[in-house]
């Protein structure tokens, strides 16, 4: 199965990627080959909606690591969206390659591919994740998707809260499971 994660933190030994990190190794563990798309250290130009993607030539006016992306977007059957959160909802990082997926909607919406959502923050309640798992259900119910599994690791303010907690391993699990 070709699976494809897109994380949103700008910290490569943080919490967030250290859920990647277990998904993954769960993932490949089963022989699923995966690809990794780590946002915040690439250049995505936020979607402006000018709507020259969905015009006669259907291409973005952003030349962009959206090109680098896409490919891998449309044939991965299975999309990891891997964000902290800082203020209530996905990253900014996250959220921009989000919104660029609008140029490919038509290729997109009602493919046959699952989602998967693995969050992280540091509140003792889930109501600061609250808004990223109504935004990705509403995304996942749009594209006609299915939700494979939802990790919303409270808690998690830095690296050490994370690995010692279950997360990494329910994050192992899922991928394992896929």
Not at 15 to 22: P, Q, V
Not at 123 to 146: N, R
Not at 154 to 163: A, N, S, T
Not at 166 to 177: D, H, I, M, T, V
């Amino acid at each position: 199965m070709n699976i494809l994660v897109i994380t949103g933190s700008a910290h490569k030994k943080g919490t967030s990627s250290y859920l990647a990190d277990s998904f993954i190794k769960g993932a490949e563990d089963s022989g699923h080959e995966v690809r990794r798309f780590d946002a915040a250290f690439k250049n995505v130009h936020p979607c402006i909606g000018c709507y020259s993607c969905q015009k006669k030539d259907q291409v973005c006016v952003f030349k962009d690591d959206m090109q680098e992306l896409n490919p891998e977007l449309l044939k991965a059957e299975v999309i990891v969206f891997v964000s902290p959160i800082y203020y209530y909802d996905m990253n900014a990082q996250i959220k921009a390659v989000i919104d660029r997926f609008y140029a490919n909607n038509s290729v997109l919406k009602g493919a046959d591919k699952k989602a998967v959502l693995m969050l992280t923050y540091g509140d003792e309640t889930e109501e600061s994740a609250e808004g990223a798992i109504a935004s990705y259900k509403g995304m996942v119910k749009y594209l006609e998707w299915k939700n494979a599994g939802i990790i919303s690791a409270k808690c998690c303010y830095v690296l050490d809260d994370v690995i010692n907690s279950e997360f990494p391993k329910q994050a192992y699990e899922l991928g394992k499971s896929l």
